[in-house]
Every structure is written in structure tokens, then in C-alpha cells.
């Protein structure tokens, strides 16, 4: 029980908080794995198309039915086109260029992009302290890119191609975050529209994947197999399933510190596994990037779009 004058410790929050930061934080590594002898427009439409049965398969356990109008299509598609087409191609071709966790700490900025959207098409202007944080956070981000200048064996064009190919991952996350705090895509089954908008985003894949890297190809190597059942089984379908009930019950801006936490993770995962080499630069703009990204949530007192770190 919770002391008096606190408030009381709600599980069905705290836990799959813990759940989908934790899976999410982990994804960035798992994606790096994914590239190689697949394509990476190839591993996405296999993430997705699997993801969509899967997620089907969790709306009808759930009770939800799979038909929608004309309007939930609409919905589907449009996150389907940005969420799971969009941002999660960029986002596993920029891993060709940078290290996963640099491509997570950019992504830690999504709020950034999601205030402007949501400011532009929902009316909610962001405050001063917001702004503040903001250009401390990108600040941050710069001198990240900077240290990777300095240390990367790759040549700068690749570097710049790789954050070139994170924003547009970003920009499209958060157009998905801004459209679905709409009416439209809210007024449907969250199950049944996320399997719809998977199994849309993975036709759309597929049809990338054909014209860009041509006949599919597949590796049998048991770690890519695990990695893609991961990313689409925990990653896709748990972690959405999980995100968006919190963010409906505690709003967007207290679950975003998701978005957060992820970097922090995942930069240690980086260090771990890439053997990612921290210098002061690259410490001080990490530093600068979450505690931008800290003062500009400390801003919040109305609801912007929910700053899902679901790039991963």
C-alpha cells in the first residue's frame, strides 16, 4: 500500500512501461544483425508481414473485428504507409551507415518534430521551456554526429547519408504520432487498426523491396530468423500493443519518456556490441541530447502526439 499523500503504484502501467522501453531499447542492435545477406527493404516487408498476422490474430483474442470502414482504411493505410513503410526503411537503411545506437539517440529528438506537427495541424502551441530543451537536445545530436566525423572508419558522405536516411525515419514516426491522436484513427478497435495498418505497411514493403533490391532473398542463419521472429513478435506486436493502452491512460507526454530512457540503453548496447568509442564530445552530446529532451518534457501540461520510440 502507498504511504498516505502518495499516490499508489499502478501496475498496469509501470509494467509494460518497463516491457516496451526495455524490448524497444534493444531493437537497434537486433536491426544492425538484420542486415547482410537480405535486403534491407527485404527484412522489413518480412517483419511487417508477420507482424500483421500476428497482430490479426491478437484483435480477434481480443474480440475486436477485423472489418473496417472506409474510414478505419483510410487510417490504416496512412499509418501504414508512414509507421511501418516510411520510418522503419529509413531507419534500417541508416543502420548501414551508423551505429544503432547513434541512430537511437536521434530518435530520442522525436518530440521535437511531433510538437511542430502537432502545433500545425492539432493546435497545441509548445511553450518557451519546450523550445529551450529542444535546441539543447538537437544541440546534443550535432555533437554526436560530430564525434562520428571524427571516429567512424566510414567516409563522411556515408555519415551524413546514414542521418540523412534517421530524419526521414523520424519525420515519418512522427506523422504517425500526430495522426493517430486524430479523431479518425481513434474512433477504431486499436488491435484491429494496427493489423490492418501492418499488413498495409507490409504490402507497401514488399512493393519497395521489389523495385529497389529486386527478387527476394532469405538468410537461414538461425540469429537472423530469432531477430526477425523478435522484431516482429515482441518488438511490432507486443511493444504496440503494450505503448498505446499506457499512452490512452496516462496521455502522450508522461509515456514518452520512453523515448528517453531508449537512447540510454541503447548507446550502452552499442558500446557492448558495435564497439562504439565514447570521447568527451560524444559524451557531452549524449548528455546534452537526453537532458534536452528531459527539460522539454518537464514543459508539458497539455497532451502533444505520443513520441513512441517505435523506429525499433
Not at 536516411?165 to 504517425?176: D, E, N, Q, V
Not at 504496440?240 to 537512447?263: E, H, Q, T, W
Request: with cysteine; hydrophobic share 55%.
Amino acid at each position: 500500500m502507498s504511504a498516505p499523500g502518495e499516490h499508489p503504484i499502478d501496475r498496469s502501467v509501470v509494467i509494460p512501461f518497463i516491457v516496451f522501453t526495455l524490448v524497444w531499447s534493444s531493437t537497434w542492435i537486433v536491426i544492425r544483425d538484420q542486415l547482410g545477406v537480405v535486403a534491407p527493404q527485404w527484412s522489413v516487408a518480412y517483419r511487417f508481414g508477420i507482424a500483421a498476422v500476428a497482430m490479426a490474430a491478437v484483435a480477434r483474442w481480443n474480440g475486436d473485428s477485423l472489418r473496417l470502414d472506409r474510414g478505419g482504411l483510410k487510417a490504416a493505410a496512412v499509418l501504414g504507409f508512414t509507421q511501418f513503410c516510411m520510418n522503419f526503411n529509413s531507419v534500417y537503411m541508416a543502420e548501414r551507415f551508423i551505429t544503432s545506437g547513434i541512430v537511437a539517440t536521434v530518435f530520442a529528438i522525436l518530440l521535437i518534430p511531433n510538437s511542430l506537427l502537432a502545433w500545425a495541424f492539432l493546435k497545441q502551441k509548445p511553450g518557451a521551456r519546450f523550445m529551450a530543451g529542444a535546441a539543447v537536445a538537437v544541440a546534443g545530436v550535432a555533437l554526436l554526429f560530430l564525434h562520428e566525423l571524427q571516429v567512424s572508419p566510414e567516409s563522411p558522405d556515408r555519415i551524413l547519408i546514414g542521418l540523412g536516411f534517421t530524419l526521414l525515419g523520424l519525420l515519418g514516426a512522427s506523422m504517425a504520432n500526430v495522426y493517430q491522436a486524430g479523431e479518425e484513427a481513434r474512433r477504431h478497435p486499436l488491435f484491429s487498426l494496427l493489423a490492418w495498418a501492418m499488413a498495409i505497411g507490409a504490402m507497401l514493403d514488399v512493393g519497395i523491396a521489389s523495385i529497389v533490391a529486386g527478387p527476394p532473398t532469405f538468410d537461414p542463419r538461425p540469429g537472423y530468423v530469432l531477430g526477425l521472429l523478435y522484431l516482429a513478435l515482441a518488438a511490432s506486436v507486443l511493444c504496440f500493443s503494450l505503448y498505446f493502452p499506457v499512452v490512452r491512460k496516462i496521455g502522450p507526454g508522461r509515456a514518452a519518456y520512453s523515448s528517453v530512457m531508449v537512447p540510454i540503453i541503447a548507446m550502452a548496447l552499442s558500446t557492448l556490441f558495435e564497439g562504439y568509442r565514447w570521447s568527451l564530445l560524444a559524451g557531452c552530446g549524449a548528455a546534452l541530447a537526453v537532458g534536452g529532451m528531459l527539460l522539454a518534457l518537464a514543459w508539458r501540461r497539455r497532451p502533444l502526439p505520443a513520441a513512441a520510440p517505435d523506429a525499433g
